[in-house]
């Protein structure tokens, strides 16, 4: 089945323990993407990749990175959590940079706590 | 800079009743938009997609969307709604060029009642 595949799909932790959220796609997709999404705000992008080895900030980057080593994974890493990161994360997949005529696959999401 | 207005935060309707969440777009380019459905607890479910081709475009579950330029508008509709579409709809923007950036509305919750 064509998915997107995020781990965990929820997290408690400290405020400074560093922590990954993991983002797999099985579709060969190339362009992958995190967002975050807060009550009354939508959802916002964080990083996004265009291919392997390409990454680039979205609108609210700060206090995130993001890795692509391989095609189909893009973790999302926060060095050191901070409360108003506690927020519902999604990664999503489409198939190349072709400025969005092609759907999105999103995964099911990742509820983060910070405490 | 492209922008997405959804202009209500909450729709209730009745079933068996029409359906009709606004949305109004922004952008310097021919955009792409899309409507993307949230039911509780679960992750995002593409509805439907314009990408220049007809401007009534259909989607699943029976929802429509017409794209309008002249009023920068792409409204979704359904004829009749049914209780399993209480969820929150996001109207979506991109543009070719733009890096594939999809910019979301801020939501709307569509309550469904008896």
């Known amino acids: 089945e064509a998915q997107v595949t995020q781990n965990p799909r929820y997290l408690i932790t400290v405020t400074g323990k560093k922590l990954t959220v993991t983002c797999s796609q099985n579709?060969?997709?190339?362009?992958m993407s995190w967002y975050r999404q807060d009550p009354g705000l939508g959802l916002r992008q964080i990083y996004y990749?265009?291919?392997?080895?390409?990454?680039d900030k979205g609108d609210v980057p700060e206090g995130y990175k993001v890795s692509r080593k391989e095609k189909r994974n893009f973790p999302l890493i926060l060095e050191s959590p901070s409360p108003n990161q506690t927020s519902l994360y999604f990664c999503?997949?489409?198939?190349?940079?072709?400025?969005?005529?092609?759907?999105?696959?999103f995964g099911s999401g990742t509820r983060l706590t910070v405490v | 800079a492209q922008s997405v207005t959804q202009l209500d935060s909450h729709v209730s309707v009745s079933e068996g009743t029409p359906v009709l969440l606004r949305c109004n777009y922004s952008?310097?380019?021919?955009?792409?938009l899309f409507w993307y459905v949230q039911h509780p607890n679960k992750g995002l479910q593409l509805l439907l997609k314009?990408?220049?081709?007809?401007?009534l475009v259909k989607g699943i579950n029976g929802f429509e969307a017409e794209f309008k330029k002249s009023e920068t508008s792409f409204h979704l509709t359904k004829p009749s709604a049914h209780m399993s579409d209480a969820a929150e709809y996001f109207c979506?923007?991109?543009?070719?060029?733009?890096?594939?950036?999809?910019?979301f509305g801020t939501g709307t919750q569509l309550k469904v009642e008896l």
């Open positions: 999503a997949s489409s198939l190349s940079g072709a400025g969005g005529n092609y759907g999105y696959t």
């Open positions: 579709m060969n997709h190339e362009y």
């Open positions: 990749s265009m291919n392997v080895e390409v990454t």
């Open positions: 952008s310097s380019y021919s955009p792409s």
């Open positions: 314009y990408t220049s081709a007809a401007t």
């Open positions: 979506v923007v991109s543009f070719t060029g733009g890096g594939n950036k999809l910019t």
